[in-house]
């Protein structure tokens, strides 16, 4: 899917319709499956990218945590990291780093600062 703005024209893997109000594309499961081939491509040393936008309380950040039991992308997404990097590590030496930004206001926030 593509977006024409005024600032440029911005492609788009996928796009997960609202699933009844819990996550913006299904289950869970569902969503990581889709996004699931990003961490192999990111340890393959390709940047890669999660956007996660739309309106207050449409379930973005439920989608990206989800609770417990039913983990959201990011915990998923770091499960996989590591499972990779353990089948790899016997022939490779990997340096992991992540980052997690926010919008807001026009400024990026760090969710990981301290």
Do not use: W
Not at 8 to 35: I, L
Not at 85 to 94: A, G, M
């Amino acid at each position: 899917m593509t977006v024409e703005a005024p600032s440029g024209v911005f492609g788009f893997n996928s796009v997960f319709a609202p699933a009844g109000g819990k996550t913006f594309g299904g289950a869970q499961e569902q969503v990581f499956q889709d996004c699931k081939d990003l961490v192999q491509s990111a340890v393959d040393g390709h940047n890669v990218s999660i956007f996660a936008y739309d309106q207050t309380g449409a379930g973005k950040t439920h989608t990206m945590y989800g609770s417990q039991g039913d983990e959201g992308i990011a915990p998923r997404t770091i499960d996989e990291l590591f499972k990779i990097i353990k089948n790899v590590s016997h022939r490779y030496s990997v340096t992991a780093a992540g980052s997690m930004m926010e919008p807001h206001n026009n400024n990026l926030v760090d969710l990981l600062a301290a």
